[in-house]
Antibody
Framework: EVKLVESGGGLVQPGRSLKLSCAAS????????MGWVRQAPGKGLEWIGE????????NYTPSLKDKFTISRDNAQNTLYLQMSKLGSEDTAIYYC??????????WGQGVMVTVSS | DIQMTQSPASLSASLEEIVTITCKAS??????LSWYQQKPGKSPQLLIY???SLADGVPSRFSGSRSGTQYSLKISRPQVDDSGIYYC?????????FGAGTKLELK
């Protein structure tokens, strides 16, 4: 069974950093692109970015490129999202998702990040 | 960036109707279009990929089609369990972009 479990969320002060993790199981992690998507409270889905199997290609939505860094550890079957200079606009549920070709076939349950003083 | 204009924003439908949700792309996206269903408090679930292919385990009452740069999700004789928010996603070019979502209520 494919499972994606995000962790590392919580309350963080504006301007600080936070690193999310996504633990993958039930499939060969190093065979798949992986991605991050977020959803602000009561809002729609926003694609953050994606990373290929060997981390040689990482794509971001332009507005987040200088704040967020996607990485992965294939030995640990884990995807990461390093977030810096956080602002209230980054308050959201963050989902990791497995990319099957160019669509997302499995999603994690999401982790909440709240940016507030 | 490619814009995905999704409509309607919300709709209420009966169990006997055919529900149609559309996403119009601002340029050609070569059928790199997927549809997702999200229920309250849950993560999105894949319904349709490559514009017309049904994801594993998705009921056959869901279908996808394309006309020009407009993509449609159709639900034939929806069930109460189909209530939720539906999103399209273009993955033709980065940054990938979602439609704004359609909230479906079944009555």
């Amino acid at each position: 069974e494919v499972k994606l479990v995000e962790s590392g969320g919580g309350l963080v002060q504006p301007g600080r950093s936070l690193k999310l993790s996504c633990a993958a199981s039930g499939f060969s992690f190093n065979d798949y692109w992986m991605g991050w998507v977020r959803q602000a409270p009561g809002k729609g889905l926003e694609w953050i970015g994606e990373i290929n199997q060997d981390s040689s290609t990482i794509n971001y939505t332009p507005s987040l490129k200088d704040k967020f860094t996607i990485s992965r550890d294939n030995a640990q079957n884990t995807l990461y999202l390093q977030m810096s200079k956080l602002g209230s606009e980054d308050t959201a549920i963050y989902y990791c998702a497995r990319a099957q070709a160019v669509y997302f076939d499995y999603w994690g349950q999401g982790v909440m990040v709240t940016v507030s003083s | 960036d490619i814009q995905m204009t999704q409509s309607p924003a919300s709709l209420s439908a009966s169990l006997e109707e055919i529900v149609t949700i559309t996403c119009k792309a601002s340029q050609g996206i070569d059928d790199y279009l997927s549809w997702y269903q999200q229920k309250p408090g849950k993560s999105p679930q894949l319904l349709i990929y490559d514009a017309t292919s049904l994801a594993d385990g998705v009921p056959s009452r869901f279908s996808g089609s394309r006309s020009g740069t407009q993509y449609s999700l159709k639900i034939s004789r929806p069930q109460v369990d189909d209530s939720g928010i539906y999103y399209c996603l273009q993955s033709y070019s980065t940054p990938y972009t979602f439609g704004a979502g359609t909230k479906l209520e079944l009555k």
